[in-house]
């Protein structure tokens, strides 16, 4: 087990830094602040694309990484064959495990094809291919497609509330998604009455509606094998833009509780 950080939770910090200096200044930030938050990895996603990324700053972000003693893993979207392949190899760059994947089409028989035409490019980059619940497909449908594989190398990356948009509820995804679980995204959320329907928004873990114990047993034969981000669906500070020095304190402060309350959680 690894506790970690996904860039998602630092959304609007790197957003801000992607769009002045680019991405690797995006992704520093996102490792220095996530070391000092105590995160043994961080999980460069998709809203910094490590494709922008000369080979002398990956190796940067490689060395800037292992002074902090902290692993990286690699993350990206989509099925394009020649994207999936240049990413496998980025992952493998950073020294990576696998490559989360979300796959950003809910068309079954097109998410099938483009598994099944990955499945040479990630038995031969040594990596394992975990596919994340997003928005597009129920949990159900992901298990059985990824089951279909029949191939140890393709798991999931099990969001703990992104299948929300779905209407399922977490434990569902959970118990549904835990037997090929290779990491995990720990986000907590609430459900709040707007004018008109529902909000759903993150919170700080351990303050929403997540049922962490019963998420727990749900992951128990998996937990110590898992490597556990956190992640957050975080508003900007009321009144306050996403650039704004008060939205990014309370997201640092909320990484930063979201990781004691990971590290207490997952070990006790």
């Not at 997003?134 to 497609?145: E, Y």
């Not at 004018?195 to 351990?206: C, D, E, K, Q, S």
């Amino acid at each position: 087990m690894r506790l970690g950080v996904s860039s998602f939770a630092y959304r609007y910090a790197a957003a801000g830094l992607l769009a002045r200096e680019g991405a690797l200044a995006a992704a520093l930030h996102v490792l220095e602040r996530s070391s000092a938050a105590g995160a043994e990895v961080v999980q460069i996603c998709d809203n910094i694309p490590l494709d922008d990324l000369a080979a002398d700053e990956i190796g940067r972000l490689v060395d800037e990484a292992a002074g902090l003693d902290i692993a990286l893993e690699a993350g990206t979207r989509g099925l394009d064959a020649t994207a999936l392949r240049r990413y496998l190899g980025l992952a493998g760059d950073l020294g990576s495990s696998a490559l989360r994947l979300v796959l950003d089409s809910a068309d079954v028989a097109a998410i099938e094809a483009g598994l099944r035409e990955a499945l040479p490019a990630v038995r031969d980059s040594g990596l394992r291919l975990a596919v994340e619940n997003h928005f597009d497909v129920p949990s159900l449908v992901l298990r059985r497609i990824i089951e279909d594989l029949g191939k140890p190398a393709v798991g999931v990356c099990l969001d703990t509330a992104n299948s929300i948009a779905l209407l399922e509820r977490p434990l569902e995804t959970a118990e549904a998604l835990a037997p090929l679980a290779l990491q995990a995204h720990i986000k907590d959320y609430v459900v709040e009455r707007a004018p008109i329907g529902y909000h759903v928004t993150g919170r700080p873990l351990g303050e929403g509606w997540l049922d962490l114990e019963a998420l727990a047993e749900v992951l128990a034969p998996r937990l110590a094998d898992l490597d556990l981000y956190v992640e957050l669906w975080m508003d900007p500070a009321p009144g306050a833009s996403g650039d704004d020095p008060r939205t990014l304190a309370q997201e640092e402060a909320q990484v930063a509780s979201s990781l004691s309350a990971l590290a207490a959680w997952a070990r006790g």
